[in-house]
């Protein structure tokens, strides 16, 4: 009977001691991949159209060649990130057409309420340029994060709308698109009309 409460002293002692110890343990949240960033450059896009502005070197800059796309359209795809921003470009004739461009815009970007858990919207107004808009942040699990019209007011309009090929889950996402809304940020703020 010695002998086996000899051996099993050990085993009993390493237990006080294995629980006497103070670990708070808790479970782990469930975690995401980590995201490598590329450094941030910009190239010039320049093309026979009526406006110009930089984009990230990252990104490819194509022509939209879907089914209803019209001649000054362009895709911004940031093949990293699963995404791109859908750029569309109108000549504008009249007030009505103008008034009815704004109204759509801002319609496209509210159908998105019943996702969203914000809708922030900043003026954009840089009178030498002639450039002003609306850029709207879309916060919550909806198919669009950002999305902005840019005007001269008179015969020019251009709008780009961000979306990613993934179901929307802001939590992931929301890295990449605080990265992406800095190019979108640069876009605006070099953006020229050629004439």
């Known amino acids: 009977m010695k002998l086996k409460q000899l051996i099993f002293l050990p085993f009993i002692l390493l237990l ?14 469930k975690a995401y991949f980590r ?4 450094k941030k450059e910009y190239a010039a896009f320049v ?8 984009y990230p070197v990252y990104a490819n800059i194509e022509q939209d060649r879907s089914r209803d796309a019209q001649k000054n359209w362009y895709n911004l795809h940031f093949k990293q990130f699963n995404g791109h921003l859908h750029l569309t470009y109108y000549d504008v004739s009249n007030k009505r057409e103008y008034d009815e461009m704004v109204e759509d815009a801002r319609r ?19 009178p030498r ?4 808009g609306i850029y709207y942040a879309i ?3 909806t198919a669009s ?3 902005f019209f840019l005007t001269d007011s008179a015969k020019h309009y251009f709008r780009g709308a961000l979306y990613f090929n993934e179901r929307p889950q802001y939590d ?9 809304k800095t190019d979108i940020d640069t876009l605006i703020s070099t953006f020229r009309w050629k004439n």
């Open 145 to 147: 994060s950002v999305q």
């Open 108 to 126: 496209l970007v509210f159908k998105h309420t019943i996702k969203a858990s914000a809708i922030d919207q900043r003026v954009i107004n840089y």
């Open 47 to 54: 093309k026979p159209v009526p406006f110009s502005f930089e």
């Open 35 to 38: 995201i490598e960033f590329p």
């Open 16 to 29: 006080c001691f294995s629980a006497c110890q103070n670990n708070d343990y808790s479970p782990k949240p």
């Open 129 to 132: 340029q002639k450039v002003y």
């Open 139 to 141: 916060e919550g699990n």
């Open 172 to 180: 992931s996402i929301a890295p990449v698109v605080k990265f992406i």
